[in-house]
């Protein structure tokens, strides 16, 4: 089948400049694709690579969609373009009705808190509008500061570490006898840069942490995550589907299902895809962003799956004109 293509690039602004354990972000960029059937039905879709953590740059996944003109004729998206094979499968999704849950639907979702030891102050106010989980981001500050922040988190709700790769295998180690010692973190999350899952899984085993690892700038796409599971990886894969390519192939099992910085759009698509996760998900990231309109969750404890349509999804279509 032919399907006529559309799509519109969108700059969004965080509140605050994001700080990883290796840049300093203060604004995000993605695209927005719409596809038309035959018969003038709609679904949207959306590119969001994350620069320096994807396989494809934006660059690249434009330089694509304007090789297709206006047309896509069903030819298979390229394998080294796995955003906009979501976008692609994604907007299908929609268009065919594949997403359709009828109701909406709640799921629990964690808090992102800020680096350092304004997490403090953070999460007091996260814990009384009801969060109970709580990523972090750690190897921004001193080892042993970052320790002391990090168990007065633990004392009052579940703790996510997110190293970003940052550690040194010294550095993971004395982290996994902190964890060892503090039942409420639930994992560290990429602990050692890409390429060294094995030396983080062999020094978590060590302790019996296995468990406590968890993968993400190591795996951002269905092929890797399956190469991985190959090797034997015994831990936690993140999983930001907006980045992992066509959707069908996305696996269900240890995942902690995971916000790529999306907009409403790949946010509600990737959430369909959350529907059975079993773990609190990773999507409490909308106060990031100055009030653009371009997302439309809710930013509380729980999110609402079904909260946005096609009706809404061409609403923000027609917003993005104004970027």
């Known amino acids: 089948m032919t399907y006529q293509i559309q799509y519109k690039k969108y700059r969004r602004r965080f509140r605050e400049p994001l700080q990883t354990g290796s840049q300093r972000i203060t604004y995000r960029e993605g695209i927005i694709l719409k596809l038309r059937d035959a018969e003038g039905e709609l679904g949207f879709g959306e590119v969001a690579p994350i620069r320096g953590f994807s396989v494809e740059t934006l660059a690249?996944?434009?330089?694509?969609?304007q090789q297709l003109g206006e047309k896509w004729e069903g030819n298979p998206v390229p394998e080294q373009l796995p955003c906009c094979g979501f976008a692609i499968s994604g907007a299908l999704g929609w268009l065919s009705g594949g997403f359709e849950i009828g109701e909406t639907i709640a799921l629990e979702t964690a808090s992102l808190l800020p680096a350092g030891a304004g997490a403090l102050d953070e999460s007091s106010r996260k814990l009384r509008e009801g969060f109970r989980t709580f990523?972090?981001?750690?190897g921004v500050k001193n080892l042993h500061t970052e320790q002391e922040i990090a168990c007065e988190l633990a004392s009052s709700g579940n703790l996510r570490l997110d190293a970003n790769g940052s550690f040194s295998k010294d550095e993971l180690k004395q982290w996994c006898q902190f964890i060892s010692e503090n039942e409420n973190i639930e994992f560290i999350e990429q602990p050692l840069p890409p390429g060294h899952w094995q030396a983080a899984q062999a020094i978590a085993e060590q302790m019996n942490l296995a468990n406590k690892v968890a993968l993400d700038e190591e795996v951002t796409t269905v092929s890797q995550i399956a190469k991985i599971q190959n090797a034997?990886?015994?831990?936690?894969f993140i999983m930001?589907?907006?980045?992992?390519?066509?959707?069908?192939e996305i696996p269900d099992q240890n995942?902690?299902?995971s916000s790529a910085l999306e907009t409403a759009i790949g946010k509600e698509t990737a959430l369909r895809l959350a529907l059975e996760s079993q773990h609190c998900l990773g999507f409490g990231v909308g106060e990031l962003f100055e009030d653009d309109g371009l997302d439309l969750h809710d930013t509380g404890p729980l999110i609402q799956v079904?909260?946005?349509g096609i009706q809404l999804m061409e609403e923000i279509w027609e917003r993005i004109g104004n970027y």
């Open 60 to 65: 690249d996944a434009e330089n694509w969609l």
């Open 135 to 138: 990523k972090w981001k750690v």
């Open 306 to 308: 079904g909260q946005v």
């Open 240 to 248: 930001k589907s907006a980045l992992a390519g066509w959707i069908s």
């Open 255 to 257: 995942l902690i299902h």
């Open 232 to 236: 034997g990886f015994k831990g936690k």
